[in-house]
Nanobody, 118 residues
Framework: QAPLVESGGGLVQTGGSLRLSCAAS????????MGWYRQAPGKQRELVAR???????NYDDSVKGRFTISRDDAKNTVYLQMMSLKPEDTAVYYC????????????WGQGTQVTVSS
């Protein structure tokens, strides 16, 4: 199994919704804070949501109130429910284990493309 496998992206219109999934290896997932990152063309990768092993969540201001991160410990999977999507949400989305500095520190997966049309 690849360490991190993202899925669920696609093309949606402004205001639409998508649900992303990330299947992680047990070593990466268990007892760790997991996060969703995104990288738009020409921009740096940014952390948009994180969830601790206890279920506490934190969001970037740009997605607060629209995105919801969750995790299923039995499946080693983390989800990102995205609602009220905007064109500026267009990016490749990645998940990773989040270290104390906020960076993903496991090998990156291929990500999943999210495109929001205006």
């Amino acid at each position: 199994q690849a360490p991190l496998v993202e899925s669920g992206g696609g093309l949606v219109q402004t205001g639409g919704s998508l649900r992303l999934s990330c299947a992680a290896s047990r070593t990466i997932f268990m007892f760790n804070t997991m996060g969703w990152y995104r990288q738009a063309p020409g921009k740096q990768r940014e952390l948009v949501a994180r969830i601790t092993s206890a279920g506490s969540t934190n969001y970037d201001d740009s997605v607060k109130g629209r995105f919801t991160i969750s995790r299923d410990d039995a499946k080693n999977t983390v989800y990102l429910q995205m609602m009220s999507l905007k064109p500026e949400d267009t990016a490749v989305y990645y998940c990773n284990r989040v270290n104390s500095a906020g960076y993903g520190d496991a090998p990156w997966g291929q990500g999943t493309q999210v495109t929001v049309s205006s």
